[in-house]
T-cell receptor
Framework: EAGVTQSPTHLIKTRGQQATLRCSPISGHTSVYWYQQALGLGLQFLLWYDEGEERNRGNFPPRFSGRQFPNYSSELNVNALELEDSALYLC????????????FGQGTRLTVV | SQQGEEDPQALSIQEGENATMNCSYKTSINNLQWYRQNSGRGLVHLILIRSNEREKHSGRLRVTLDTSKKSSSLLITASRAADTASYFCATSRDSGNTPLVFGKGTRLSVIA
């Protein structure tokens, strides 16, 4: 069974540009979560999607947005990139809500120059 | 905001020794989970302990949970060089409608 897949693995953008990150959850998982991990820091919750709807949002500005498609894959968009957005972006999926284990992808390393 | 806080931030031990990492959290929880991260890549789930459990084992891992102190510990016995990684605790709150909240992690180095 395929795990959570994320693309691209690495992404380099210049300040002010937009970045699009993609995630495919494990088959059968309807919930997708996005986390940001800046260098040396823990995981900061960004967004949670379930059944195509945004269920919860972390303390991030509106230029961080996303969506979930009918096949449960998800996209994270970051507009007007700032240098501080450089981080590892991790996607996770789980069955329904996170009262069971979450399965993480390998992440997208976003570098803003 | 961070819910869990791991302690210590970094730990260095010799192969064969035991490693203990602690986690403290602030609010009531449904369960607490421990994850491992190798070299800044994806996280791998290690073990989940529910709020009504006090201790759980999985192979060389032992997790304890003290809800009165809002704390948990992860013990790795007979450590190996391959255990070198960052370890994170994550809490799932009572409501069940909130995402996992992670601490900042403990960086474990096991020296061969």
């Amino acid at each position: 069974e395929a795990g959570v897949t994320q693309s691209p693995t690495h992404l380099i953008k210049t300040r002010g540009q937009q970045a699009t990150l993609r995630c495919s959850p494990i088959s059968g998982h309807t919930s997708v979560y996005w986390y940001q991990q800046a260098l040396g820091l823990g995981l900061q919750f960004l967004l949670w999607y379930d059944e195509g709807e945004e269920r919860n949002r972390g303390n991030f500005p509106p230029r961080f947005s996303g969506r979930q498609f009918p096949n449960y894959s998800s996209e994270l968009n970051v507009n007007a990139l700032e240098l501080e957005d450089s981080a590892l972006y991790l996607c996770a999926s789980s069955l329904i809500v996170m009262n069971t284990e979450a399965f993480f992808g390998q992440g997208t390393r976003l570098t803003v120059v | 905001s961070q819910q869990g806080e791991e302690d210590p931030q970094a730990l260095s031990i010799q192969e064969g020794e035991n490693a203990t990492m602690n986690c403290s959290y602030k609010t009531s929880i449904n369960n607490l989970q421990w994850y491992r991260q190798n070299s800044g890549r994806g996280l791998v789930h290690l073990i989940l302990i529910r709020s009504n459990e006090r201790e759980k084992h999985s192979g060389r891992l032992r997790v304890t949970l003290d809800t009165s102190k809002k704390s948990s510990s992860l013990l790795i016995t007979a450590s190996r060089a391959a255990d070198t990684a960052s370890y994170f605790c994550a809490t799932s709150r009572d409501s069940g409608n909130t995402p996992l909240v992670f601490g900042k992690g403990t960086r474990l180095s096991v020296i061969a």
